[in-house]
């Protein structure tokens, strides 16, 4: 069937406006200059006095300068030119050493990849042969544990969706589904095969509040997921299933989750939060936690915190409140969309990566290399949109993991623009609106933007697909769409 494209506005700009609508915070004017960015990337690289006549054209009712503009920019990290001045809390993050690692993780790495420690980079994930572009890295590799994806929640709970992967059964026949005991017995539950059922351990002591396990409070675990489902909690959501799982069975495998977990490098939500360029209208830091979207999280971090406890009271003494976001920060810090995968966790960045990964159905993962790769170098992924400019990579690098990126690319790519500020400065070139497609340097990766085919059979890479919160009337905010996103339907 023949296919249109439609680009439809998203609402993630409307709420700019101060209580007197003339005295702007700082987290509205970072919101709004970092919002622009994104719309007009050459922006990045103009005058401050053009700068500052686009915001003021955007807002004629702020009280702002030139110069107030200029110095609330450069204190926030958002237009500093010196890199040594920019403020990063990658020192801040702690890295458990090496024999915290699995010793069954290690094994099923094989004699294809290892991991070491690295000079700059912590630890590492190198390999132990040649590969060529194409082949597979690793296989079919699941989650340490496997989340229920929180924004099908209702699905799920209605028996459209799977009760564990979240797979929809919509292809399900019901018939097939009470034949093969599919279907729970006291509520509209259901899974898409036995596997899925045998795994969800967790489903009738929380949602039922069945057993004789008093560690968790099934009836508390129902006020936390409404919490964590209504402000799009998705790391608190995250932790409460990890610690049911935990807590609720004796299987070594259980117990294994929280060992791997805990071996995962961390710094404390609260440092990640402070380094963050902006509420996230325009923002970066962990753009699909929607409880980062507010200018102070921590009333909800607290919230949250204490319906945990009221759901675990046996970890009160463990699991302290500053516990609390250290485990938020941790997963947020290794988390590939969603999920937590232990191997994974320790390939370090690049915004030139060798290798990609595809996500299945059953949110299992796979890596291929994306090109040649020698015994020996190390396995880079991306933890951003390649496709981004340099300083938007860099800023989203710098706020959700802690670090600058200095990888080949935006070595040269930062040089380009600081010769460009120099012509500026010079009167060499006039105005500066933004760089010519000419002048701009076209990543390896792609030698130019892909097209709707590409997109659509290689989208995943990206994690392009964001969907509504169903029944929350809040749509998750996405750290790739910014004010438009275009969608495809048949015709």
Same mark, same amino acid.
């Not at 503009?69 to 920019?86: G, M, T």
């Not at 020192?91 to 991991?115: F, M, Y």
């Not at 059964?169 to 898409?192: R, T, Y």
């Not at 909800?300 to 699991?319: A, M, R």
């Given at each position: 069937?023949?296919?249109?494209?439609?680009?439809?506005?998203?609402?993630?700009?409307?709420?700019?406006?101060?209580?007197?609508?003339?005295?702007?915070?700082?987290?509205?004017?970072?919101?709004?200059? @970092?919002?622009?960015?994104?719309?007009?990337?050459?922006?990045?690289?103009?005058?401050?006095?053009? *700068?500052?006549?686009?915001?003021?054209?955007?807002?004629?009712?702020?009280?702002?300068?030139?110069?107030? !503009? #200029?110095? !609330?920019?450069?204190?926030?990290?958002?237009?500093?030119? %010196?890199?040594?001045?920019?403020?990063?809390?990658?020192?801040?993050?702690?890295?458990?050493?090496?024999?915290?690692?699995?010793?069954?993780?290690?094994?099923? !790495?094989?004699?294809?990849?290892?991991?070491?420690?690295?000079?700059?980079?912590?630890?590492?994930?190198?390999?132990?042969?040649?590969?060529?572009?194409?082949?597979?890295?690793?296989?079919?590799?699941?989650? +340490?544990?496997?989340?229920?994806?929180?924004?099908?929640?209702?699905?799920?709970? %209605?028996?459209? =969706?799977?009760?564990?992967?979240?797979?929809?059964?919509?292809?399900?026949?019901?018939? $097939?589904? @009470?034949?093969?005991?599919?279907?729970?017995?006291?509520?509209?539950?259901?899974?898409?095969?036995?596997?899925?059922?045998?795994?969800?351990?967790?489903?009738?002591?929380?949602?039922?509040?069945?057993?004789?396990?008093?560690?968790?409070?099934?009836?508390?675990?129902?006020?936390?997921?409404?919490?964590?489902?209504?402000?799009? $909690?998705?790391? /608190?959501?995250?932790?409460?299933?990890?610690? &049911?799982?935990?807590?609720?069975?004796?299987?070594?495998?259980?117990?294994?989750?929280?060992?791997? $977990?805990?071996?995962?490098?961390?710094?404390?939500?609260?440092?990640?939060?402070?380094?963050?360029? &902006?509420?996230?209208?325009?923002?970066?830091?962990? /753009?699909?936690?929607?409880? %980062?979207?507010?200018?102070?999280?921590?009333?909800?971090?607290?919230?949250?915190?204490?319906?945990?406890?009221?759901?675990?009271?046996?970890?009160?003494?463990? @699991?302290?409140?500053?516990?609390?976001? #250290?485990? +938020?920060?941790?997963?947020? *810090? %290794? =988390?590939?969309?969603?999920? *937590?995968?232990?191997?994974?966790?320790?390939?370090?960045?690049?915004?030139?990566?060798?290798?990609?990964?595809?996500?299945?159905?059953? !949110?299992?993962?796979?890596?291929?290399?994306?090109?040649?790769?020698?015994?020996?170098?190390?396995?880079?992924?991306?933890?951003?949109?390649?496709?981004?400019?340099?300083?938007?990579?860099?800023?989203?690098?710098?706020?959700?993991?802690?670090?600058?990126?200095?990888?080949?690319?935006?070595?040269? #790519? @930062?040089?380009?623009?600081?010769?460009?500020?120099?012509?500026?400065?010079?009167?060499?070139?006039?105005?500066?609106?933004?760089?010519?497609?000419?002048?701009?340097?076209?990543? &390896?990766?792609?030698?130019?933007?892909?097209?709707?085919?590409?997109?659509?059979?290689?989208?995943?890479?990206?994690?392009?697909?964001?969907?509504?919160?169903?029944?929350?009337?809040?749509?998750?905010?996405?750290?790739?769409?910014?004010?438009?996103?275009?969608?495809?339907?048949?015709?």
């Amino acid at each position: 069937m023949p296919m249109r494209i439609k680009v439809l506005s998203l609402n993630d700009s409307e709420d700019l406006q101060s209580q007197d609508g003339s005295r702007p915070t700082t987290q509205m004017v970072c919101d709004d200059v @970092v919002l622009l960015w994104k719309e007009e990337p050459g922006l990045e690289y103009c005058h401050m006095g053009e *700068l500052f006549e686009r915001v003021s054209q955007r807002h004629p009712e702020w009280e702002l300068t030139k110069e107030g !503009l #200029e110095e !609330l920019l450069a204190d926030q990290n958002l237009r500093v030119f %010196n890199e040594e001045d920019i403020d990063v809390y990658g020192e801040e993050i702690e890295t458990p050493s090496l024999d915290s690692i699995r010793l069954d993780d290690k094994n099923a !790495l094989g004699n294809q990849l290892e991991i070491k420690d690295t000079p700059h980079m912590g630890r590492g994930l190198f390999s132990l042969k040649d590969f060529n572009a194409g082949d597979l890295l690793i296989k079919d590799l699941e989650p +340490i544990c496997l989340i229920p994806p929180m924004e099908k929640l209702t699905l799920m709970q %209605n028996g459209k =969706a799977c009760s564990l992967c979240g797979q929809s059964i919509a292809n399900i026949n019901s018939h $097939f589904i @009470v034949i093969n005991g599919l279907d729970c017995n006291d509520c509209q539950a259901v899974w898409c095969s036995k596997k899925c059922k045998l795994k969800d351990i967790i489903h009738a002591p929380l949602t039922h509040n069945k057993g004789k396990n008093k560690l968790v409070n099934g009836g508390n675990w129902r006020k936390f997921e409404k919490f964590c489902s209504d402000n799009v $909690f998705v790391a /608190a959501y995250s932790l409460g299933i990890m610690f &049911s799982k935990y807590l609720l069975t004796k299987s070594k495998e259980a117990q294994t989750i929280k060992k791997k $977990f805990d071996s995962l490098a961390f710094v404390s939500q609260r440092t990640r939060a402070q380094y963050s360029d &902006s509420s996230n209208i325009g923002g970066t830091l962990d /753009a699909s936690d929607g409880v %980062n979207t507010t200018a102070d999280p921590e009333p909800k971090w607290k919230e949250g915190y204490q319906l945990f406890i009221d759901t675990f009271p046996s970890l009160k003494e463990e @699991v302290d409140y500053e516990r609390f976001l #250290e485990y +938020i920060g941790r997963f947020n *810090l %290794n =988390a590939i969309a969603e999920q *937590l995968y232990y191997i994974p966790s320790f390939i370090n960045h690049n915004c030139e990566p060798n290798v990609r990964f595809e996500k299945d159905s059953r !949110l299992h993962i796979n890596f291929y290399a994306r090109k040649d790769i020698k015994k020996g170098e190390q396995i880079f992924m991306t933890y951003c949109n390649p496709l981004h400019e340099v300083n938007l990579r860099r800023r989203e690098l710098r706020v959700n993991y802690g670090f600058l990126c200095f990888c080949d690319r935006c070595r040269k #790519e @930062v040089k380009t623009i600081k010769r460009t500020n120099k012509a500026v400065a010079e009167n060499k070139l006039h105005v500066v609106e933004r760089l010519p497609d000419s002048h701009r340097r076209k990543s &390896s990766l792609r030698s130019k933007r892909p097209d709707l085919e590409e997109l659509m059979r290689n989208g995943k890479e990206f994690e392009l697909e964001i969907p509504d919160v169903i029944g929350s009337g809040k749509r998750r905010t996405s750290v790739r769409f910014d004010t438009t996103v275009s969608l495809a339907f048949e015709e």
